[in-house]
């Protein structure tokens, strides 16, 4: 719900309203994002939706819009610890963009993070995704938003 809501709205709803909240998009069939499952259990998320429903994000000055184009954006990402180091990133990138486009998407946004291959990321840092999954999924760079972070676009004619 961090990007749904404005900060101080977000603060004021920590945990079982935030949780309720998330309900009642999942009840309306908000587009929300994609889970990864191994067999019955899920091991992955990926939050893709319109632009306009996070409020968070359209009022970001790190991640102002680049254009007037209505973009989907990918705001984050979780795999199950013993899931992670296996690929499984550019897929859940790949899934939740096919997703965004059948549901009438052109343009997918992605706000990644830069690491670096000799420094140690703390995994918080990973959960808005990272720059190499990205392209494995065939995102493009578009801008540096800051030394840590890209925003980076996928365009429906170059669909995974």
């Not at 945990?15 to 009840?27: A, F, S, T």
């Not at 180091?85 to 830069?114: C, N, W």
Request: hydrophobic share 40%.
């Amino acid at each position: 719900m961090t990007w749904r809501l404005a900060s101080k709205e977000y603060e004021k709803s920590k945990g079982d309203q935030n949780r309720e909240l998330l309900y009642q998009l999942v009840k309306n069939n908000e587009p929300l994002g994609i889970i990864a499952f191994d067999g019955s259990e899920p091991v992955g998320w990926c939050s893709i939706s319109p632009r306009e429903k996070l409020p968070r994000l359209e009022s970001s000055r790190l991640f102002k819009r680049i254009d007037d184009a209505p973009v989907w954006g990918i705001t984050c990402m979780f795999i199950k610890k013993e899931y992670r180091k296996r690929g499984l990133s550019p897929v859940l990138i790949k899934e939740a963009s096919a997703y965004a486009f059948s549901k009438g998407a052109h343009v997918i946004e992605a706000y990644p993070v830069i690491s670096s291959a000799n420094k140690f990321m703390p995994d918080v840092f990973a959960y808005y995704g990272l720059v190499s999954a990205f392209e494995k999924a065939g995102f493009k760079k578009i801008k540096q938003a800051s030394e840590a972070r890209l925003i980076m676009r996928l365009f429906q004619d170059t669909r995974p």
